[in-house]
């Protein structure tokens, strides 16, 4: 199996491990190694997390000249930018309570 037709089967996979059955089971019902059943699992909670997380997901490479944008992106880049803003402003206000601080010592504040 091709990492391109993981996402065909992926549903289909995650309803059979929620049901109790094995990687080794899923994968000789679809006629796939263990191994690609677990790498396919994996890829996915690690899409899923970093979706959780904020984190910006893009994928490799160029993108297509007429790509369409999905919901689900649209909202991930948002979260991103506004974690990165939020991280941004905890920088800078621990900035002035260090300057504030150090004012204060030297007799200047």
Known sequence: MGKHYGHV???KVLE??????????????????EKQ???????????????EAGMRIRKKGRPRKNSKVTKKEKIAELRYTLNRKEY????????????????CETGRG
């Open 16 to 33: 059979l491990k929620q049901q109790g059955k094995t990687h080794r089971e899923i994968g000789k019902e679809f006629g796939l190694t």
């Open 37 to 51: 059943i677990s790498k396919l699992v994996e890829r996915n909670n690690i899409h899923k997390r970093k979706i």
């Open 88 to 103: 941004r402003i905890k920088q800078l206000e621990m900035e002035n309570e260090l300057l504030r601080d150090f004012l």
């Open 9 to 11: 089967i992926l549903e």
